[in-house]
């Protein structure tokens, strides 16, 4: 029988130079968000699935990898069979849902304000794609407990201190408001039903630009009407920003809590890196109640990091409003394009020691430790007939410098 080595669709093996890297990024990812006083956690990678298809996550629900029952739970024969009926577990699509269960189950030993840190992988179900996997990791960091902007605040300083801490300047961060959106859509004529399908419009504006808006929008059969209400709120808000938003229905509290912001977070970025407010950011998930806010690096056209407020994603667990925000960065697409970079981790010095046959080994060992306690990461192996292949390969694998074993004092030589 003829055996795949591929791994399975939408997965992927990992080499060693992107797994250095991908550790690396994890590693500086992890310590600024706990110098900042955000608790790790860990949650299973599986859930019950009614948690997982009760919570509002716009798309992903279709995208949900269901776990079949088990043993005598597992009955075929039972006519009428829905797929439903079937299984009763489900990989985890986003660290958000398992993060409000755990946070429920385990609130009586929690904090009143809980800053929660997790990194894990999630899974979904979608088309595989380059750049786009079934099995991707996230680094998430929550604030539940707080109401205030001052938590909107924190969240945007922290992740974009973990981004400068990996040397990433050329990022800008773009929030806004889901309250804002819900007034200025349904102040144009829109009905509550058809927010959500305007929203996922109005979010393609940076791909199609306002005429492919205004195209969708009539293709759907919207209200003639409100569409130019629309596309006229749209041009002014674009033009004029926060202090426009008013004039389409947006309450005086909401647009304060922006002002406050962006201006506080433009204060705290000096300079280093950009924060706008833009209206078009829409993000997919159902359950996002507030802010919302995401990161795009140069001009990848995508993001590498989102985020918003859920306010009522614990209530759904507990029958009790707890006030809960997030911000996820996207491990993959950032260790991606360092990769394709180039990215160098700042490490010990990878050196390679070359034995011969002859060379007894625990003496080569023993140099090896030698060159170790200067500092420098060692590996040991049999020189080869082919010096010049073999040193290429080690390069390849990050080794800078290599030395020839010997008995008296060993040198080190650059590979170049």
């Given at each position: 029988m003829k055996v795949n080595l591929n791994p399975a669709k939408g997965m992927r093996d990992i080499t060693p130079r992107e797994k250095e890297i991908r550790d690396y990024v994890e590693g500086v990812i992890v310590n600024t968000y706990k110098q900042s006083g955000f608790e790790l956690i860990e949650t299973p990678?599986?859930?019950?699935?009614?948690?997982?298809?009760?919570?509002?996550?716009?798309?992903?629900?279709?995208?949900?990898?269901?776990?079949?029952?088990?043993?005598?739970?597992?009955?075929?024969?039972?006519?009428g069979?829905?797929?439903?009926?079937l299984t009763d577990l489900g990989l985890r699509y986003d660290l958000t849902v398992p993060l409000s269960r755990f946070y429920c189950n385990n609130r009586a030993n929690l904090p009143t304000v809980f800053k929660a840190l997790q990194v894990g992988n999630v899974f979904r179900a979608e088309r595989a794609q380059k750049g786009r996997y079934r099995s991707f990791k996230q680094c998430d960091i929550d604030i539940i407990g707080d109401s205030t902007k001052g938590a909107e605040l924190e969240l945007i300083a922290t992740t974009a201190k973990a981004l400068t801490a990996l040397n990433i300047s050329d990022f800008v961060v773009r929030f806004n408001d889901r309250r804002v959106l819900r007034s200025v859509i349904l102040n144009c004529g829109f009905t509550e039903e058809e927010?959500?399908?305007?929203?996922?419009?109005?979010?393609?504006?940076?791909?199609?630009?306002?005429?492919?808006?205004?195209?969708?929008?009539?293709?759907?059969?919207?209200?003639?009407?409100?569409?130019?209400k629309l596309i006229d709120a749209l041009e002014s808000i674009n033009s004029k920003g926060i202090e426009s938003l008013e004039e389409y229905g947006v309450p005086k509290d909401v647009v304060s809590d922006l002002e406050e912001i962006l201006e506080d977070s433009k204060a705290y970025a000096k300079g280093k890196y950009e924060v706008n407010f833009d209206f078009t950011l829409i993000r997919g998930m159902g359950y996002y109640t507030g802010s919302i806010f995401e990161i795009s690096y140069k001009d990848l056209g995508y993001s590498i990091a989102g985020g918003g407020r859920y306010d009522e994603m614990i209530g759904n667990f507990i029958g009790e409003k707890i006030p809960a925000i997030g911000f996820s960065i996207g491990f993959e697409r950032l260790v991606?394009?360092?990769?394709?970079?180039?990215?160098?981790?700042?490490?010990?010095?990878?050196?390679?020691?070359?034995?011969?046959?002859?060379?007894?080994?625990i003496d080569v060992l023993e140099k090896a430790e030698e060159l170790r306690d200067l500092?420098?990461?060692?590996?040991?192996?049999?020189?080869?007939?082919?010096l010049g292949k073999q040193l290429n390969q080690f390069q390849n694998f990050g080794y800078t410098k290599f030395a020839i074993y010997k008995a008296e004092e060993t040198e080190l030589k650059e590979l170049n």
């Open positions: 990678i599986v859930e019950n699935i009614e948690n997982l298809i009760d919570s509002e996550g716009g798309e992903n629900l279709k995208l949900i990898f269901k776990i079949l029952k088990r043993g005598e739970k597992l009955d075929l024969t039972k006519e069979i829905r797929e439903d009926d927010f959500d399908g305007v929203c996922i419009i109005v979010d393609k504006l940076d791909k199609i630009g306002m005429q492919g808006i205004e195209k969708e929008l009539r293709r759907k059969d919207y209200n003639e009407r409100f569409i130019e991606n394009q360092l990769v394709e970079e180039n990215f160098k981790v700042p490490d010990r010095e990878k050196v390679v020691l070359l034995f011969s046959s002859e060379d007894r080994y500092g420098y990461t060692v590996s040991v192996y049999q020189r080869a007939k082919r």
